[in-house]
């Protein structure tokens, strides 16, 4: 069975901080991987994605996730966080089944 | 122009109650799926339709019925409303199976109150 863990659950970070949010999972085929965030009150918006190629991927806001196919990981990561991005940030795989599987959210707070 | 929408946004009701949510997408994705949202914030997958076809159907009670009217529309009906299906539900929509190159969209999530 597929499962993500994300072993963070509340990062508080002060703004200009950089960021690393780790996510792993656990299966052995290919996968496809996802990091999404969901703003106070809001629905869930993509903010990156792996699919193959370069491991290193970069998204919206700043954000990038490293594909470490070794240590089944995808950490998330923006050089320099604003108030803004207060949010929670769900890491997700599939690997060939017809759904997502989530990880359980870190809830990132920056402090102005 | 909204992507995925929901209605209701918000559901307050009754225990024992039946309701509806309500899911359209407007991208011309083939599959949709519900996701419920709990307390502590984790999403897991209900049921997945694919050309009105459905391809997953979790561990759910069999009081939540999905209905797929065309491709565009999956709703949600849910019979006999217990304490424990207050959660936020989540619509989502993908042009092909997730397997492949489908990136989900999500709908703003409607959020149920059993009382």
């Known amino acids: 069975a597929q499962s993500v863990s994300q072993h963070n659950h509340h990062v508080i970070l002060s703004e200009a901080a950089s960021l690393e949010l780790g996510c792993n999972y656990s299966y052995g085929g290919t996968v496809n991987l996802f990091w999404y965030v969901q703003y106070p009150g809001q629905h869930l918006q993509l903010l990156l994605k792996?699919?193959?190629?370069?491991?290193l991927v970069k998204g919206i806001k700043g954000f990038e996730a490293e594909f470490i196919k070794s240590k089944f990981s995808f950490n998330l990561r923006k050089p320099s966080v604003q108030w803004s991005d207060t949010a929670e940030y769900f890491c997700?795989?599939?690997?060939?089944?017809?759904?997502?599987?989530f990880g359980t959210g870190t809830r990132l707070t920056v402090i102005p | 122009d909204t992507a995925v929408s929901q209605t209701p946004k918000y559901l307050v009701t009754q225990m024992g109650n039946d309701k509806s949510i309500k899911c359209e997408q407007n991208l011309g994705h083939d599959t949709m799926y519900w996701y419920k949202q709990d307390s502590k914030k984790f999403l897991k997958i209900m049921f997945s339709?694919?050309?009105?076809?459905?391809?997953i159907n979790e561990t759910v009670p069999n009081r939540f019925s999905p209905k797929s009217p065309d491709k565009a529309h999956l709703n949600l009906h849910i019979n006999s409303l217990e304490l424990g299906d207050s959660a936020v539900y989540f619509c989502?929509?993908?042009?092909?199976?997730?397997?492949?190159?489908?990136?989900?969209?999500f709908g703003p999530g409607t959020r149920l109150t059993v009382l």
């Open positions: 792996y699919f193959s190629g370069d491991p």
């Open positions: 339709y694919n050309n009105k076809e459905l391809i």
């Open positions: 989502a929509s993908s042009q092909g199976l997730a397997g492949g190159a489908g990136t989900q969209y």
């Open positions: 997700a795989v599939n690997g060939g089944a017809n759904n997502l599987f």
